[in-house]
């Protein structure tokens, strides 16, 4: 039932030939499940949680969600000539069992959920829940890698102190992780920022903290390729960790998401820009701020599986098949 | 603009001939909000919050949503013949401001809320939010009419202890109420019960902690009137406190709510049954776990919004107009 | 392409194993249009119009949504025995083209397309539209028939006087025929009222204009066989009107509408209802307020085109076919 | 991870005190998947395939949203006062690959898997799908018990001989089954049935098939009682086969399926009706005609999933567990 | 609850590290009432309204939509460097009350409200409603400040001279305000104009009322930066009067009206050319044609509701606050 | 009703001052039906099947769909300064009546209805439908014009070779087109191809059918007017056939398909695209794959409507009217 890669030593996704896509497991992109294969060289982990949310909260049914939007997804990657789920392992982890009572709690277990599927340098994909995961992660991340070039594309900074009290919520994961210093100082960045935000100070504050912004609107003046081009300068051969919030998607492109903002990206601009990354030595992903409560026809859910993919075909181009 | 009573005594809802139903103010039932009113009788008060949830979040939106669906409520209430808007000052007290990142601060955010709507003897309409507000609610009743016969209508039993380590969630609130000696003993009841369980031992707890069920099915063996019979016979006169979590709908009358369960009451079973305990000394309702998300063209909001206006209209026939 | 019946004298539906159901025409349950046929005994008309609607609009989408709803329609009804589409000729007469901006005249083109349609003694359908356009309707049935026995099964009884200074809206057709004499008296009724209304007064109005009122709750008391018992022993033998406003139903069950009132009938009940009148002689059928927007996955369309075919049925023991 | 049975031989589904219901493996109930354990006593199967379809296709989807629909199933049927998946061992066996371009060989397919799962006297419940999948199933059911006595809750008859030229179509099943001997005559039928068929003769053939028909309608006469008691007649302790298509349930109840019919049962009605079969000794059971895509709030798929557990534990009471 | 300016002088929305943003009054942007403050500068209002609508009503539910997909508005707008509900005063008015059998009246109504709003020179943004309303708000502006320079962002002219016989619909206010000379002669404008028109002759009339006319399929051609300088040298230093049909964009950023028309602009387009107005002289706004029953996840009504922001902040630039 | 043209000869749709566009007959545009004229210059044909399709079945509505879609297409269009439905005799076809169950009998039956409307020269428009339909429309095509120019706007090849072992699905037509010899060798070509596919293969193979590719992404290189040269290079002055797959469309733009792709056109770029493509001799075209089921307020149908208006304007700049 399984694909697998031509050396046999991979793999690969259910046989979209044996099995009809509609059908088979339930894994991202039907990829075999962690306990199938000895070895993995980029494990998919889904966290369910929400508990970090402000608005619409749903996020939880998030990693379900994508993972049903990454049936469509095939062998090859044209635009990119590579074959991400046979020219390296890739799994299907699960899910991690986060508390939705425990702030805290949960967020240990993400992190011990993430250094385990990494300690042989492996590479992680995770699918969110909420934009809370992220400290975890790029806590498993610093302690395997030291300290990481961030490429975060959001419509929102993350960067804030505290909402009602919690230092922890999913406003705030990345002012927290560079407290505790899981950037590279000066080369880390949000892309596709807009819309209001709460005062002045908040740029500030965030530019102190060592983040460049650049906002959507300049995708009009510099084009995509003027995009790629200030990331790739940004992180300058650091190890490079991904987060993506998919609220960075235009909501006409991404409905299903909780803090929704107009003027956003494109999947297509997006999806470029990420292409035009290859080449960047890049650790770790997430993918998050899937609520599938306001997503329609699963738009939102395949834009997440998708772009999840243009990732892992960027770690492929990195790795050595089967190691 | 308002709609006044015969004596002129009692500010009801903004005038339907004046200020078409889809325009105006978004109070429930376009009441007169409580500070544009010197008294009142009744008070309306959503709690947005759902933090307490454990599967489909969303109850956070419930009470705009109620309010949204409480447009079309009239004056008249020809069922029990009545003018619950105007047989008592009914107002809109507005929103408790609760935090979502604190579970136990947000308890008594919705109790000390309550506490000041009722101190005068008022009564209270709160409009959820997820069950877990039914805790401070209760402690606020009971701190001013002593222990109340709960008539708890409901596809779950909410007494279960804990949830991923957490005493206070919305399947929890009724344990804890009844550990705090809230109701009267033996006179309190579940109904609407149906679905599965964790475990056999969770109804001999129940059971021990002075409840009586009633499921669903029971309607085709009794009808409406022999249940209606149960609820008056086992409240025996003490004053009642309603708990109405939408779900013990049918999610074909209710698919906007979190734990959906089939089997449930129609619209029309619940609201006769509701009718049918007039004359009982109802001091509060809550109607919660109202989740838009999941909701379509309102039905599910517009239910919420129509038990209560039963339940202000059994109120109304205890009341003395304008005191 | 269409089925005959034995004579060949009657022109049926297209035929479901020539022709797939989600295929061909477009006109109600995909029988031949008016111009296709010589003579018919019961004309289909759609009357898209939606100026008389106090609160959600969108009524005039109704008449292709029914149609589109009544592809699944087939030959034989098997609980009235009869096969409605080949006793007798019925016939697709098109829309009504009426004007969006003149409510009057609106009313008259309806009364002009009536008219001419059943000056043979034929029956009439119409599908509506907001329930503005049963006062034209029963204009044209008196004019040929003279004063009808009104059978009204709506949640709201449309007796009201005035709304916003318009005479004629949606909610006032019922006062007006009343005023015009075209009902006989003591003879016509409402079924399924509920929900609460202006004031007490409207019920003595509506008394005095000669209504009686059956509630939806006294299915629990009579059941239908009771319902049915009570609309035969009201109109006693006079030419019946049927008027069915779509949210008699609940809203469960018809969403799409556009003053949903929860406690409806299912659609098992009013369809046992309506094939109780069997032998009754039904000159005129209108099915009103459907509101695709509302809708979801077709059930009030669905629904509204199942109670017309139900009709068409009972017009069908009573005509002689091919007349 | 999973709950297991006092005596430990039974592995449970998923603890949902350990992995939150919206997270976890997308099995059945969250139920071991087939290569998990040893032996099971009834399988769980999915057939995604939806060729035989005539209208609204997208049943095809069918299992997945099952799946998901089943989430929230829980340990204890108070109902039944049964575990159904403790008592014995229940397991997801997954999907069967189906051609969707070869309906034959599809059905073929069908025949191998479910003869594979039965063949040492298990249970099956299989997923749909659409209802053409019912005949391969009898078909495997047949050479395993001889021939069953078939309860078949559907708004449709399934006895046509052909459409558009095809033998085998989800309006075939029963009477190609019937022609192949695999039922016990005179104790076979169809409940729920409603709706305009093709022609009077329909009924005719069907009676001459040995079925018997129950009709909605006549629950408003008899009573979910008097419903059960036909059934237990007609079945007269022959090894019993139950076929559910969701649309037996109104529209309102299951949106998401492909010929909804309306004044169907509801969910309380049907599940009551099932639970009423306790101590018949059911063999099968297949859930079809799910389309998610007409589906809203899950509440079909919910539906779908409530029906199984309560068949699985019927199953369990006549079951010897961990056989 | 509220915000306040650095001087205290200006009352701000309530604040969201107070009251969470989906709780809390339901004014625009949780903005203070228009009784809540003694001066303003710039009022929000809605007119509930949609007789004029020719094809799917529905915007009558506009302003409670718009006001809800205002929630998320925050204090700073980055892109433009102000702070618009803190710089100037802003308010909500609340809604007019228009009859809606009354197309004249209702527009009399409106001119009302503008005009009583504006009499200090106050700025207006109107919500709606159908774009019928901008020619009674035209002629309130022209009545305080002269002739505005129009500038008109919509898919069609809505210069038609009248529609089944109404001269007044939401098709022809501009050529009713350019009859009635509130336009300065050559500066007004339509912006995004595309799709088919009834008669070539529709172009020549247009131009002829002093109009000129940039379709979306321009900005392949000069950006959006060209767009910008058309627009701004059509004004040329007039008081500047906005209306912003929703439609004008594309039916994926804005599925929520009434004619949607494809190839319109993106959020993120439309939002660039309304903050390069900066500096303009902007006397009012009205943000039309959103039809909430179309919507899905809000997208529209945010749409809306930050273009309102945008404007509000043009606005701020030309303001002394507090005045 | 119908609009007719100057010269009277051609009769145009019917005219939306005298019938409301939500009214009156469900025509493609509410052109006259072919048996109403005596001549056409173009058929619009609808082909209601989607037995071929691999992934989320629905296309077999789509036909009703686009024609819904299609209610507010008027008259003029300025963009190619046409009257595409009055400078040539424009007709609805109705539906081919397509067997679900017999692939390739169906394919006959489209090619049958093809041929037949096309044998005088007229040019055929075909709503779709599943992709698979576009074989037997080449078939006829060439039978007619000798080998075409096919020009193909999709996000996929559709020259695989076989699925599931059936050389007939979505996903295979092109490729037997090219094994039969229906296009002129070295000028057809793939448009807005993208995502991944099975194999590196597929490209190697497609080129070697003789077909070029162009992605989306290449937009943002060489703009929409870089693409239009490329296909008029490509085309070169051979007889054009166009194949529109609607999920060439991003799934923001058409939510409503089967196997929807990130990073797609939007509607502007498409419709661009092919006005761009003004004097090239196009003799048919098929727009295909609209799923209702996953659109929303109809703006994937809408999309359809207006492309196929667009095309029918370029075959109006070939025709000579009334021929």
Known sequence: MYQFSESGDVVG?????VVPRYAGPPTFARLPRIDQVANF????LGVPFDTGTTYRPGARFGPQAIRAGSR???????????????DQQVVDAGDVSCNPFDLMG???????????????????????????IALPLLRAMERQHGPVALVHFDAHLDTWDS??????????P???????????????????????????????????????IVGTWETEEIGV???????????????????????VLDPAFAPGTGTPEIGGFSTRELASIIRGLSGLPVVGL???????????????????????????????AETDPGS
């Open 225 to 247: 390729k003027g995009l790629i081009e200030k990331i790739r300068d940004r992180v300058n051969g650091y190890a490079v960790y991904l987060s993506i919030d998919i609220d």
């Open 13 to 17: 996704p259910v046989d979209g030939q």
């Open 72 to 86: 469509l997804l095939r062998r090859y990657h044209p635009h990119m000539d590579s074959e991400p789920f046979h």
């Open 106 to 132: 949960a967020m240990d277990e993400v992190d011990r959920a993430a250094t385990e599927l990494i300690e042989s340098g492996q590479r992680l994909v995770t699918l969110g829940g909420d934009h809370t």
């Open 174 to 212: 990345f002012r927290r992780a560079s407290e505790e210093g899981l950037f590279v100082p000066g080369h880390s960045m949000h892309i596709g920022i807009r819309g209001p935000v709460s005062a002045r100070q908040d740029l500030v504050d965030d530019a102190a903290m060592g983040f460049s």
């Open 286 to 316: 997430d993918v998050v701020e899937v609520s599938p409560a306001y997503d329609h026809a699963e738009i939102t859910a395949l834009a997440a599986a998708n772009l999840a993919y243009d990732v892992v075909s960027l770690m492929a």
């Open 41 to 44: 060289d980029v494990a998919i």
């Open 163 to 172: 909402y009602f009290g919690s230092s922890l919520t999913h406003g705030t």
